[in-house]
């Protein structure tokens, strides 16, 4: 079961903007990564649903972040279809987001009034998903829709929570360019991590980039 609600999390979400996205196979890997991220500032979390037995790594980093960062908040991402859903939320997901808008996942969802946020591509997607009960809408892949996009959805539809994911980048320039588009929060993967301070496992250098990437936003 979920530990905060559908709208603890959409709150967190708009107050602090980022989340970051991420996948690992190794526990303790994941366990290290939500940790610098913890510690640099983050509120809301998305392991991405990427591997075999990937619901199995959650299961048991969703366990261990209840007692070592009792105020993050841990959801699930890359989910596609209502089975996968259901799994996740057993496992004590406290959001759902995807690639794509499946009007399945969100009958699993609000019955357990979990927040699902599904990947749209146009407006007509975005307004759909309000329909059916989104409180966020994510925008992706957002490095092939653009800002442009999302700065025309807002226009005519001013209410719309956009996050984007896709192109999302720790810089003042890239999120500078998001925000001023009309994006209310990002969703932020392999930009956040790179690969050498993973394989190094410098974790300090992924907490220094959540906390830069943190104040830029709240600068903007």
Not at 205 to 212: A, F, G, N, R, Y
Request: with cysteine; proline share 5%.
């Amino acid at each position: 079961m979920a530990r905060f609600s559908r709208i603890e999390v959409c709150q967190t979400i708009g107050e602090t903007k980022m989340v970051p996205v991420f996948y690992h196979k190794d526990l303790e890997t994941a366990k290290q990564v939500v940790k610098a991220c913890y510690a640099g500032g983050v509120k809301v979390f998305e392991f991405t649903n990427r591997g075999d037995f990937a619901h199995e790594i959650f299961g048991e980093l969703n366990k261990w972040a209840e007692k070592e960062c009792p105020d993050m908040i841990l959801g699930v991402g890359s989910v596609i279809d209502a089975g996968t859903a259901s799994l996740y939320l057993q496992l004590g997901a406290n959001f759902v987001v995807g690639p794509l808008l499946n009007p399945d996942i969100f009958k699993v969802c609000n019955r357990r009034q979990v927040a699902y946020v599904p990947g749209c591509g146009s407006v007509s997607e975005v307004g759909y998903a309000q329909e059916l009960g989104a409180e966020i809408v994510k925008v992706f892949p957002g490095d092939v829709m653009g800002a442009a996009f999302v700065k025309n959805i807002k226009g005519p539809m001013p209410w719309s929570n956009i996050m984007v994911t896709g192109g999302v980048s720790p810089t003042k320039e890239n999120l500078t360019k998001w925000f001023s588009a009309g994006t209310n929060s990002v969703g932020m993967g392999s930009n956040l991590f790179p690969k050498d301070a993973i394989a190094a496992k410098d974790w300090d250098k992924i907490t220094q980039l959540c906390k830069e990437a943190l104040d830029i936003i709240k600068n903007i």
